[in-house]
């Protein structure tokens, strides 16, 4: 069975339901990361980035290219295709049919204050099935907490929020008009339409995290998004699926972070950058207002500008191109 608490599981299925030329006997029970999976699982690998994650992964068949195939265990049947994020998109959808769109949660109700004795609210507030607020909490009015959200003790959640698909942990604050746990931005263009990638991953707040006002996480498509303790997001922040985020950050506003990107601890960004998708950002950077981050960058680095650079670089090249400077 899945541990996925927040959207159902129709699997499991026997291979050929799947895929017809699978030779595995066993049913494939869900469709899981290279890291995450086990041996009743399908994963994927597209992108040479990954290769040492496929070289360890655990699952029992995975999708992927003639390319990718060779660094795969042997012990993982290869299904190999032309494009692994489309075939990973449908077989997503079979076992996860309802989480390529965010549906509204038709099992909200008026609050009933005997289910939460020691948790404030405002008015007009609406909780789903199963949710769990921990001591000492304030909800603010206007505010939606879907079915099987989990929120610890003494958060501050604000008016006009809605959380979805989300663990939030302790002394954690969320400011007015954030949406949290929505579908993330991922689709695989065809010919006649565009094919919805789903998702199926969720939010994870860490302790002492302080979301301020609008901003945006998305859920993990098949991974988390999680943002670390103590780490602050100032107001219109946008964190994209899977972006993990670590602790003591302090991010700036209007700060973009694109999908799948990994951000160490104690690194600060400054207003309106960009982090493109998929990189790792070390532990102790620093990233100027208005930079845009195309590549990796290594630990305790400072860098600024589009592409960002070594800020000595980026000052260097200022003075050598302002005219006010000659």
Same mark, same amino acid.
């Given at each position: 069975?899945?541990?996925?608490?927040?959207?159902?599981?129709?699997?499991?299925?026997?291979?050929?339901?799947?895929?017809?030329?699978?030779?595995?006997?066993?049913?494939?029970?869900?469709?899981?990361?290279?890291?995450?999976?086990?041996?009743?699982?399908?994963?994927?690998?597209?992108?040479?980035?990954?290769?040492?994650?496929?070289?360890?992964?655990?699952?029992?068949?995975?999708?992927?290219?003639?390319?990718?195939k060779i660094h795969l265990p042997t012990s993982c049947e290869k299904i190999i295709v032309?494009?692994?994020?489309?075939?990973?998109?449908?077989?997503?959808?079979?076992?996860?049919?309802?989480?390529?769109?965010?549906?509204?949660?038709?099992?909200?109700?008026?609050?009933?204050?005997?289910?939460?004795?020691?948790?404030?609210?405002?008015?007009?507030?609406?909780?789903?099935?199963?949710?769990?607020?921990?001591?000492?909490?304030? %909800?603010?009015? &206007? *505010?939606?907490?879907?079915?099987? $959200?989990? @929120? =610890?003790? +003494?958060?501050? #959640? /604000? !008016?006009?929020?809605?959380?979805?698909?989300?663990?939030?942990?302790?002394?954690?604050?969320?400011?007015?008009?954030?949406?949290?746990?929505?579908?993330?931005?991922?689709?695989?263009?065809?010919?006649?339409?565009?094919?919805?990638?789903?998702?199926?991953?969720?939010?994870i707040l860490k302790n002492n995290v302080e979301i301020a006002s609008s901003c945006t996480?998305?859920?993990?498509?098949?991974?988390?998004?999680? %943002?670390?303790? &103590? *780490?602050?997001?100032?107001?219109? $922040?946008? @964190? =994209?699926? +899977?972006?993990? #985020? /670590? !602790?003591?950050?302090?991010?700036?506003?209007?700060?973009?972070?694109?999908?799948?990107?990994?951000?160490?601890?104690?690194?600060?960004?400054?207003?309106?950058?960009?982090?493109?998708?998929?990189?790792?950002?070390?532990?102790?950077?620093?990233?100027?207002?208005?930079?845009?981050?195309?590549?990796?960058?290594?630990?305790?680095?400072?860098?600024?500008?589009?592409?960002?650079?070594?800020?000595?670089?980026? %000052?260097?090249?200022?003075?050598k191109n302002d005219k006010y400077n000659k």
């Amino acid at each position: 069975m899945s541990d996925n608490i927040f959207f159902i599981n129709k699997g499991p299925f026997a291979p050929n339901q799947l895929f017809k030329n699978l030779l595995k006997k066993n049913k494939i029970r869900d469709v899981k990361t290279l890291d995450k999976a086990t041996e009743n699982d399908i994963t994927f690998y597209e992108s040479i980035k990954y290769r040492e994650l496929a070289k360890c992964t655990k699952a029992s068949c995975c999708i992927t290219s003639e390319k990718l195939k060779i660094h795969l265990p042997t012990s993982c049947e290869k299904i190999i295709v032309s494009s692994v994020l489309f075939e990973l998109a449908k077989v997503v959808k079979k076992f996860y049919p309802k989480a390529d769109i965010d549906y509204p949660d038709l099992q909200l109700t008026k609050l009933k204050l005997a289910k939460f004795k020691s948790v404030k609210f405002g008015n007009n507030v609406l909780i789903g099935k199963n949710v769990k607020i921990g001591k000492n909490s304030f %909800i603010g009015s &206007n *505010t939606i907490i879907e079915s099987n $959200v989990r @929120v =610890g003790s +003494n958060c501050i #959640i /604000g !008016s006009q929020v809605i959380i979805k698909n989300t663990i939030i942990g302790d002394e954690v604050v969320v400011q007015d008009g954030c949406k949290i746990g929505l579908k993330g931005f991922g689709f695989i263009p065809t010919k006649n339409r565009n094919f919805k990638f789903p998702h199926v991953g969720k939010v994870i707040l860490k302790n002492n995290v302080e979301i301020a006002s609008s901003c945006t996480i998305d859920r993990g498509s098949l991974d988390d998004t999680i %943002i670390g303790e &103590n *780490t602050y997001l100032d107001n219109q $922040v946008h @964190v =994209g699926h +899977n972006v993990k #985020i /670590g !602790s003591n950050c302090m991010i700036a506003g209007q700060v973009g972070f694109a999908g799948s990107s990994s951000i160490g601890d104690n690194v600060s960004i400054g207003g309106q950058a960009g982090i493109s998708g998929h990189l790792k950002i070390g532990n102790n950077v620093k990233i100027g207002g208005g930079s845009g981050v195309i590549k990796d960058i290594e630990d305790n680095c400072i860098v600024m500008g589009y592409p960002a650079v070594p800020f000595k670089k980026f %000052i260097k090249n200022w003075k050598k191109n302002d005219k006010y400077n000659k």
